[in-house]
């Protein structure tokens, strides 16, 4: 995800400058989703949609604080990356895209109890550790000591 927003944003692919504004801006809202979820990964997904609107809107809103040192680490690759420079109501509107993106990709993917599968299910699951496996019973003739 992060170097798919990357690369539409400074890679030359020809895409409308539209797009490359705001195509960054709906992935990074979608990695906000999917970092909250891997958080709480049982959470239902309108909840991890919440928290993450939150936290972008949150990030967002840090864009309005102005100190020398942070001026400076914005005008970094790095800085532009993680804390952007100016403040913007569109970002937040795309980052509500991408949430609500994720959100919807999560919630279809999700079994039909609504659970996800956690690693503890998994190991409650049979496996090949806990399958007993029988020799199959074939009529041998001869057998290994008899060839001597």
Do not use: C
């Not at 195509?23 to 997904?45: E, T």
């Amino acid at each position: 995800m992060i170097a798919a927003g990357v690369g539409v944003r400074f890679l030359p692919l020809g895409l409308p400058r539209e797009v490359v504004k705001y195509a960054g801006s709906v992935m990074w809202g979608a990695m906000v989703y999917g970092l909250v979820a891997f958080v709480r990964p049982a959470a239902r997904p309108i909840r991890l949609a919440a928290v993450a609107l939150a936290v972008a809107v949150l990030v967002e809103l840090f864009r309005l604080v102005h100190t020398p040192g942070l001026d400076a680490f914005r005008l970094t690759l790095a800085g532009q990356l993680l804390l952007g420079r100016i403040f913007s109501v569109w970002n937040v509107l795309a980052y509500a895209i991408g949430i609500g993106l994720a959100a919807a990709l999560d919630a279809g993917t999700r079994p039909p109890t609504g659970r996800r599968r956690s690693i503890a299910d998994a190991l409650d699951s049979p496996g090949a550790a806990d399958i007993a496996f029988e020799p199959t019973r074939g009529n041998i003739k001869i057998r290994p000591a008899d060839f001597s």
